[in-house]
């Protein structure tokens, strides 16, 4: 079942990028200079819009903190020993602008709730951005995946309604409302290329 369930989940993400590369040709994006021969889509200060991004970031209060944190107190009541791991998890996401608009993707996550217990976690991302083009980007996004480790996998998510992109080049990300696996209160540093 667990070898399965991750196959799924690989045959979506590479459909996901196969589709995004084929589509990358035909889509209308911000602006465009356009020259006798050529067109160069550009950013709003000029810069070339860049459909690539890769960040790395770390987020508390995350599904699996909760469980842990639930853990830790029904153990510690009837057991001396506290078996709470490590409070957050660290991400690693990939991002593909389609268009102006739409981003998919991939994000891994490492969580370690209970001690000795690492928990992995792999969601395809889909991400909806306000101003792709601006320094300040607005964002939605949902993530749907799931986490697994030695007992087994278990589907897992993460949503934000509300978070901020800045940054042309280097961006800083910030989620301010969401809930998941990535965490209530999450924040990272990427690359756009």
């Known amino acids: 079942m667990k070898t399965k369930i991750i196959s799924l ?3 979506l993400f590479f459909a996901a990028t196969t589709f995004a590369h084929e589509t990358e040709n035909n889509t209308e994006l911000p602006s465009k200079e356009s020259t006798a021969d050529t067109t160069t889509l550009v ?4 810069t070339p819009f860049k459909r690539h991004t890769i960040s790395v970031g770390y987020g508390i209060l ?5 469980y842990g944190m639930l853990g830790s107190v029904i153990v510690s009541m009837f057991d001396g020993d ?5 409070l957050g998890a660290l991400s690693i996401d990939y991002g593909y602008k389609i268009g102006e608009f739409f981003e998919t993707g991939l994000v891994f996550n490492y969580a ?8 992995y976690t792999i969601m395809p991302r889909a991400k909806m951005n306000f101003n792709s083009t601006g320094f300040f980007n607005p964002f939605m996004e949902v993530d749907l995946g799931v986490s697994f480790n030695g007992d087994g996998v278990i589907p897992m998510f993460q949503l ?8 042309t080049t280097i961006p800083v990300i910030i989620n301010i409302l969401s809930f998941g696996q990535r965490g209530m209160f ?3 540093i ?4």
């Open 112 to 119: 370690e709730p209970i001690k000795n217990t690492p928990l």
């Open 160 to 167: 934000t309604l509300l978070g901020f992109e800045m940054g």
């Open 82 to 86: 506290d078996p709470f791991g490590t």
């Open 190 to 193: 990427g690359f756009k290329f």
């Open 186 to 188: 999450y924040g990272s």
């Open 62 to 66: 995350t599904l699996s903190d909760f």
């Open 43 to 46: 950013n709003k200060d000029g």
């Open 9 to 11: 989940i690989l045959i």
